[in-house]
T-cell receptor, first 114, second 113 residues
């Protein structure tokens, strides 16, 4: 069965600094990988996905993520954080070869300090 | 384009009562998902439909939860009878296909007392 780990419950970063939100996954086959963001009092929103091809994926709001098969990781990054990036971030995975189950990680709360 | 619609937005019931949630996905989206999000946790997939057929309901507590998607469009999720541990936000999402990004509705916050 697939699983997702987000090792940090909380990440704090100063505005203008680079940010990284970590995600590692476990699947039997090859993964589809996603990042979603949840702003306060708003629904989950899609940020980016990795299906196949280039390991560096670019998404909405200047975010990007790098797929690393050997480390089974899909860390979310942004070169310069904004206060408005403060939100709850979820990594998610689906095994493209086995079953349909879509699994979300527990989430990482990002706080960008002015 | 209209987003995923859910109703009601909030519901408070007593344990052992029943409750139903409704979801209308984005037009043309074949895949529909129901998730349970308990406070402080990530969403947990309850059931996934492809058109009007179920493709995954392995985590749906079938003794009390049921869901249907008649005509492959809107969907209802029912809990009968509710337990205290069912208190959560119930999210509906839709996508064009199973490898595509999901679009989420605002959710229904259920409180069971």
């Amino acid at each position: 069965a697939q699983s997702v780990a987000q090792p940090e419950d909380q990440v704090n970063v100063a505005e203008g600094n680079p940010l990284t939100v970590k995600c590692t996954y476990s699947v039997s086959g090859n993964p589809y990988l996603f990042w979603y963001v949840q702003y306060p009092n708003r629904g989950l929103q899609f940020l980016l996905k990795y299906i196949t091809g280039d390991n560096l994926v670019k998404g909405s709001y200047g975010f990007e993520a790098e797929f690393n098969k050997s480390q089974t990781s899909f860390h979310l990054k942004k070169p310069s954080a904004l206060v408005s990036d403060s939100a709850l971030y979820f990594c998610a995975v689906r095994d493209r070869n086995y079953g349909q189950n879509f699994v979300f990680g527990p989430g990482t709360r990002l706080s960008v300090l002015p | 384009e209209a987003g995923v619609a859910q109703s009601p937005r909030y519901k408070i019931i007593e344990k052992r009562q029943s409750v139903a949630f409704w979801c209308n996905p984005i037009s043309g989206h074949a895949t529909l998902y129901w998730y349970q999000q308990i406070l402080g946790q990530g969403p947990k997939l309850l059931i996934q439909f492809q058109n009007n057929g179920v493709v995954d309901d392995s985590q749906l507590p079938k003794d009390r939860f049921s869901a249907e998607r008649l005509k492959g469009v809107d969907s209802t999720l029912k809990i009968q009878p509710a337990k205290l541990e069912d208190s959560a936000v119930y999210l509906c999402a839709s996508s064009e296909g199973t490898s595509d990004e999901q679009y989420f509705g605002p959710g229904t916050r259920l409180t069971v007392t």
